[in-house]
């Protein structure tokens, strides 16, 4: 992994888990410093983030912590609710047995978390689950045109994790779309995972605007 790679890794996670938050400015030499690499790879790595969404680049204030509202996060799930379901409909056609392994395992891995009451554990097995997902449609296109939205979801469901009920239901969704997808039903597989993304926009939309809270 090279010094660009790490820097953009490192402050991506930093921004993922709300280290960075919301509308925070960073200097470029502050990040350097914090990191222990040169100037170059942390502006490289800034230049990745923007392309990502993450980041905006203020000049003589460095780096800004991109915002989402929650308007704008219902825009982001509209568009992430469709290219899933379409990768759990392609999932469903391509019928690659690792693929549906790699899902069984991350939704046993969910159950076992929720079970713990460990809502981090949790959050690491959905995040692989969804990663999956899309990976098994195997359309390369799909899988990056998702990466940008993912990540803006994750900040919002990281914020709200604990302002919600145990997410039970959404263990039940995953494993009756991993069902759907071995029996081959895609439109079913696609409908399935279509609305299980629009309740989950509608609840977090509902807690940010309820609690008045930027991700």
């Known amino acids: 992994m090279t010094a660009t790679e790490r820097a953009y890794s490192e402050i991506k996670r930093r921004i993922m888990d709300m280290t960075l938050a919301p509308n925070e400015h960073v200097l470029e030499a502050e990040l350097a410093q914090d990191l222990g690499v040169s100037r170059t ?22 780096v800004r912590i991109r915002p989402v509202s929650a308007d704008q996060l219902e825009g982001i799930y509209d568009v992430l609710a469709l290219l899933e379901a ?17 899902l069984d395992s991350a939704v046993a891995s969910m159950s076992s978390a929720l079970r713990e009451r460990d809502l981090d554990g949790w959050e690491g097995a959905d995040d692989d689950f969804h990663r ?8 390369d296109y799909l899988v990056a045109a998702a990466r940008t939205s993912v990540d803006r979801v994750r900040r919002a469901r990281r914020m709200t994790m604990r302002l919600r009920p145990l997410p039970t239901e959404s263990v039940r969704d995953h494993a009756e779309l991993v069902a759907l997808i071995r029996a081959g039903r895609a439109a079913d597989a696609f409908a399935s995972h279509l609305a299980h993304r629009r309740r989950a926009a509608e609840l977090l939309v509902t807690l940010l605007r309820e609690n008045r809270l930027v991700v």
């Open 132 to 139: 999956l997902l899309v990976e098994a449609s195997e359309n």
């Open 86 to 102: 379409r990768a759990a409909e392609l999932a469903a056609t391509r019928q690659s047995s690792a693929r549906i392994a790699a």
């Open 41 to 62: 790879p942390i502006r490289e790595a800034v230049l990745m983030l923007r392309s990502d969404g993450l980041v905006d680049i203020v000049p003589r204030r460095g």
